[in-house]
């Protein structure tokens, strides 16, 4: 057993960041233990996305730390990103696989060819390994029969589907997802997060940004309420979803999903 086995995988520390003028996030802590699943929930324009942005390397942050596996991210002073290569900054974000609101697919690849660009380019592996990778993680997420369909010939669902399939394959330490759902028909969120689901179960360790709160309360161990740049509350779903809540913006907040 390693020394820090018991360690968060994820650390977030007292991250602030600013564009501009503008604080996006104000010391913002919180940790991923290994197989947890973390929703962050909150207003529109509260950090969400920028949190998760800085996690994945997308961002720089101003101050205080980020720790996947216990290795800082060290992507703090705004020189770090150049003095990084292209390579070994996608290899870190390999690390914490990323899954967009707005699918993100290349529309000139194949489901199948999406999913191998990265086992190829940053993982590495020959054609025939890629491709066996793909048809496994296609398979596990329903769509074995579209490894040879271009993204326009799938449903957003689908298109989807192929992303977290394209997440998952590069093997993450922790799986990011940013409002999957928030760009499908409502008949199609429920085949999303059924995927979202079965991986959790499977002890794929995630954070999510979500506006699902059903989906939040069933899929989650813990749940983060961000506000104006903050974590204004956090704990297990009951407690941050049940119906004595002290905390009167997380009340407001709840208070349009109900
Ligand atoms: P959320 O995901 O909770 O909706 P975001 O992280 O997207 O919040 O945005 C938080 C704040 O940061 C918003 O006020 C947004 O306008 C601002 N913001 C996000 N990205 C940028 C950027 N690249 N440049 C300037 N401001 C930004």
């Known amino acids: 057993m390693s020394a820090n086995a018991n360690a968060p995988l994820l650390d977030v520390r007292d991250v602030s960041k600013a564009f501009g003028t503008v604080e996006v996030l104000?010391?913002?802590?919180?940790?991923?233990?290994?197989?947890?699943?973390?929703?962050?929930?909150?207003?529109?324009g509260s950090g969400k996305t920028t949190?998760?942005?800085?996690?994945?390397?997308?961002?720089?942050?101003?101050?205080g730390s980020i720790r996947i596996d216990g290795k800082e991210v060290g992507y703090r002073e705004a020189g770090a990103r150049q003095r990084r290569s292209e390579r070994d900054l996608a290899a870190m974000r390999a690390e914490t696989g990323m899954v967009f609101q707005s699918f993100n697919l290349f529309?000139?690849?194949?489901?199948?060819?999406?999913?191998?660009?990265?086992?190829?380019?940053?993982?590495?592996?020959?054609e025939a390994e890629a491709r066996k990778i793909a048809e496994h993680w296609l398979g596990r997420v329903g769509l074995a029969h579209k490894a040879d369909s271009l993204p326009a010939e799938l449903s957003g669902g689908q298109q989807q589907r192929v992303g977290i399939a394209r997440a998952v394959a590069m093997e993450p330490k922790i799986l990011l997802l940013d409002e999957i759902t928030s760009a499908l028909d409502p008949e199609l969120v429920g085949e999303v997060l059924e995927v979202v689901r079965s991986l959790a179960e499977d002890g794929m360790t995630m954070l999510m940004v979500t506006h699902e709160m059903a989906f939040a309360r069933d899929a989650s161990s813990?749940?983060?309420?961000?506000?104006?740049?903050?974590?204004?509350a956090a704990g297990p779903p009951a407690e941050i979803l049940?119906?004595?809540?002290?905390?009167?913006?997380?009340?407001?907040?709840?208070a349009r999903f109900r």
């Open 26 to 44: 104000r010391a913002v802590s919180l940790e991923v233990k290994r197989g947890e699943v973390v929703s962050v929930i909150g207003p529109s």
């Open 51 to 63: 949190l998760l942005r800085c996690v994945n390397f997308l961002e720089s942050y101003d101050s």
């Open 107 to 126: 529309p000139h690849l194949t489901a199948a060819g999406n999913i191998m660009l990265g086992l190829r380019k940053v993982r590495g592996k020959s």
């Open 222 to 232: 813990r749940i983060v309420f961000m506000a104006d740049g903050s974590v204004s």
């Open 242 to 254: 049940g119906t004595e809540i002290d905390n009167e913006r997380l009340r407001n907040f709840l």
